[in-house]
T-cell receptor, first 113, second 114 residues
Framework: AQSVTQLGSHVSVSEGALVLLRCNYS??????LFWYVQYPNQGLQLLLK??????LVKGINGFEAEFKKSETSFHLTKPSAHMSDAAEYFC???????????FGAGTILRVKS | DAMVIQNPRYQVTQFGKPVTLSCSQT?????MYWYQQKSSQAPKLLFH???????NEADTPDNFQSRRPNTSFCFLDIRSPGLGDAAMYLC?????????????FGPGTRLLVL
């Protein structure tokens, strides 16, 4: 079964510092991976997705993620954190049939001034 | 702007009193999903509609039902809400099913059961 594991339920960085949110996947088929962001009391917004076209995927708001098959990872990064990046981030993988997303437990990002 | 709309944003109901949450979309997407997200947890899919075809997740309780009268609207009915059903309910849409399809989420309805 498809699954994702997000390491670290909470991550705290200083404004201007590198953001690194970790996601590892388990998949019986070539995975299709997504990162979503959720601001308090709001729905999820797509940041980026991996569809096998390129291993380095650029998304909105300066985020990017690199697919590493050898490490079964799809970590999310941003070179310089901004206060507005404070939110919860979910990594997700499509299920085997492509009928649904399987989400990780989420990582709450805190940005300190 | 094309979007996914959920009403109301907050819903309070009483234990055992039926409640309906609504979702509408202007994206003209074929697929509509309902997720349940409990506090500090990941969203969990309850069911989805592919056009008029209803697809229930195996572990979705019978207490939860859904209707999709047309392309634009989808409803989540909770027949007898329990305290454990208090959660954020997220509606999402996608153009089609498939591994690379992006799901677009509404803002959610937060349900409180008293």
């Amino acid at each position: 079964a498809q699954s994702v594991t997000q390491l670290g339920s909470h991550v705290s960085v200083s404004e201007g510092a590198l953001v690194l949110l970790r996601c590892n996947y388990s998949s019986s088929v070539p995975p299709y991976l997504f990162w979503y962001v959720q601001y308090p009391n709001q729905g999820l917004q797509l940041l980026l997705k991996y569809t096998s076209a390129a291993t380095l995927v650029k998304g909105i708001n300066g985020f990017e993620a690199e697919f590493k098959k050898s490490e079964t990872s799809f970590h999310l990064t941003k070179p310089s954190a901004h206060m507005s990046d404070a939110a919860e981030y979910f990594c997700a993988v499509s299920d085997v049939y492509g009928n649904k997303l399987v989400f990780g437990a989420g990582t709450i990002l805190r940005v300190k001034s | 702007d094309a979007m996914v709309i959920q009403n109301p944003r907050y819903q309070v109901t009483q234990f055992g009193k039926p409640v309906t949450l609504s979702c509408s979309q202007t994206l003209n997407h074929n697929v509509m999903y309902w997720y349940q997200q409990k506090s500090s947890q990941a969203p969990k899919l309850l069911f989805h509609y592919y056009d008029k075809d209803f697809n229930n997740e195996a572990d979705t309780p019978d207490n939860f039902q859904s209707r999709r009268p047309n392309t634009s609207f989808c409803f989540l009915d909770i027949r007898s809400p329990g305290l454990g059903d208090a959660a954020m309910y997220l509606c999402a849409t996608s153009r089609d099913r498939g591994w690379v399809e992006t799901q677009y989420f509404g803002p959610g309805t937060r349900l409180l059961v008293l």
